[in-house]
C-alpha cells in the first residue's frame, strides 16, 4: 500500500503559482500512476492531471498549457505545479495512487487533500 499525503496549498491571487507535493509513504510509489484530482464546494470531485510509471502525462482541458504535474521517483514524490491560476481553480486538491488515467476508480490510495483557493 502507498499513503499519499499532499503538501503546497494556499492563497494566491489570480495569475499567481503554487506547486503541491504529494509523499507517498508505504511501498515505493514507482510502479504506481499517480493522479490529482480536485474537489470544489458544492462540486463533484473531478481530474486534473495524471502521470504513469513511465511518465507520460495527461492533463484536463480546464488545466491544460497552465499546470504541469512531474514525479521523482527518489524521493517518492509527485508534484503539481500550477501556474496562472484562475478563481475557479480553488478546491480542495487530491493526490491519488493506482493506475494511470483520468478516472478516479482507476485509484486505490487517496491522500487527506490541501486546500487550494484563488483570490481575484
Known amino acids: 500500500q502507498v499513503q499519499p499525503v499532499e503538501s503546497g496549498g494556499g492563497l494566491v491571487q489570480a495569475g499567481g503559482s503554487l506547486r503541491l507535493s504529494c509523499a507517498a509513504s508505504?511501498?515505493?510509489?514507482?510502479?504506481?500512476?499517480m493522479g490529482w484530482f480536485r474537489q470544489a464546494p458544492g462540486k463533484e470531485r473531478e481530474f486534473v492531471a495524471t502521470?504513469?510509471?513511465?511518465?507520460?502525462?495527461y492533463y484536463a482541458d480546464s488545466v491544460k498549457g497552465r499546470f504541469s504535474i512531474s514525479r521523482d521517483n527518489a524521493k517518492n514524490t509527485v508534484y503539481l505545479q500550477m501556474n496562472s491560476l484562475k478563481p475557479e481553480d480553488t478546491a480542495v486538491y487530491f493526490c491519488?495512487?493506482?493506475?494511470?488515467?483520468?478516472?478516479?476508480?482507476?485509484?486505490?490510495?487517496w491522500g487527506q487533500g490541501t486546500q487550494v483557493t484563488v483570490s481575484s
Open positions: 502521470i504513469s510509471r513511465y511518465g507520460d502525462t
Open positions: 508505504g511501498r515505493t510509489f514507482s510502479p504506481y500512476g
Open positions: 491519488a495512487a493506482g493506475d494511470y488515467g483520468s478516472t478516479a476508480s482507476r485509484y486505490n490510495n
